[in-house]
């Protein structure tokens, strides 16, 4: 027998926008107990709005990481992040500014405060990084708090206050059934999940603009055959680079720059997929990057 719908259950989206590196990816993995985005301390890691679900008795919750606003050089990928950062605002639920109260605030906050200005469904301002001690930049945060329907402040690193954000969210979802099933966490699927780990990877071991010119795609996922040992799963992925050059820094001296790489993979992809797996990557110069 199907469960009596409960009239009063909430579902919606609410998106996390701010500048780079404030910490959205961060948050979101917080938010739904599982690594749905990636994470880097470089700028501009996030290039998809990644939907993670929060499951609650009285609603559901689906958070949307967006691309970071970063003030650099102007460049197609850039343009590309802000825009899909923008898009992603539409039909939206709540905005959630994350900001960094570690870090002074910058011309890529005022292009996140410009971006909100017209926006008037409610807005929550969550500071983040609670956990670094003698935060320097807490204050002019706060005073922007009027702006906001709420103001929360909160470590996605140590999860404090983590719940207090959902408690804040939750009634402002509108009435209706929720939009995903019962432990759905994300909209990402498998494949994409995988080369989202290894370009987290290329991002945390590899240096200056490798990591922006530079796309992963999936070969193939497939079960070992039998003359290999092992209950493994093969996965073979190829890491495109835009210049032959970047070839070599990726593959490193002796290959040890993307062993190094697989060696950090594989164990977040064998606890995405439930297995153990045998991880081939293989570099290959493609100039029309897709990403
Ligand atoms: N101490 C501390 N560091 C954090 C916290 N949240 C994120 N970080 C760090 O901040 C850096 C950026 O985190 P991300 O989650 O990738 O930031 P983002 O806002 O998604 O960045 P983009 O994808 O570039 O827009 C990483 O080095 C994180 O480890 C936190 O609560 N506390
Ligand atoms: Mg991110």
């Not at 292009?111 to 200005?117: D, F, P, R, T, Y």
Request: a neutral charge; charged letters at 25%.
């Amino acid at each position: 027998m199907n469960p009596v719908p409960n009239p009063d259950f909430r579902a919606g989206l609410a998106a996390l926008i701010g500048r780079t590196n404030a910490g959205k990816s961060t948050l979101i993995n917080a938010l739904v107990d599982a690594k749905v985005a990636i994470v880097s301390p470089k700028p501009q890691t996030t290039r998809h709005a990644v939907q993670g679900v929060v499951h609650r008795p009285e609603g559901q919750i689906v958070f949307v990481d967006t691309p970071g606003f970063f003030k650099t050089t102007r460049s197609h990928l850039v343009d590309r992040l802000h825009g899909r950062a923008r898009a992603a605002l539409a039909g939206i639920d709540v905005v959630i500014h994350v900001a960094d109260p570690s870090r002074a605030m910058g011309e890529e906050d005022a292009m996140v405060l410009e971006v909100l200005a017209p926006i008037t469904i409610p807005k929550i301002l969550c500071l983040t990084k609670l956990d670094i001690p003698d935060l320097k930049f807490r204050e002019p945060w706060l005073e922007l708090a009027a702006d906001y329907h709420a103001t929360i402040e909160l470590s996605a690193l140590t999860g404090r206050n983590v719940d207090t954000l959902v408690d804040a969210v939750l009634p402002l979802m509108p009435p209706g059934p929720a939009l995903y099933e019962a432990g759905d966490q994300t909209n990402a699927h498998r494949d994409f999940r995988v080369t989202e780990i290894i370009r987290e990877k290329i991002y945390l071991l590899t240096g200056d603009e490798v990591p922006y010119r530079t796309a992963v795609q999936l070969d193939h996922i497939r079960e070992r055959n039998e003359k290999q040992a092992g209950d493994f799963l093969h996965v073979k992925a190829i890491v495109l680079v835009a210049e032959d050059r970047y070839k070599g820094m990726l593959i490193g001296a002796g290959g040890r720059k993307i062993k190094e790489i697989g060696i950090a993979a594989r164990p977040d992809v064998e606890t995405l997929l439930g297995q153990k797996i045998y991880l081939e990557l293989a570099v290959r110069v493609d100039a029309r990057l897709p990403d």
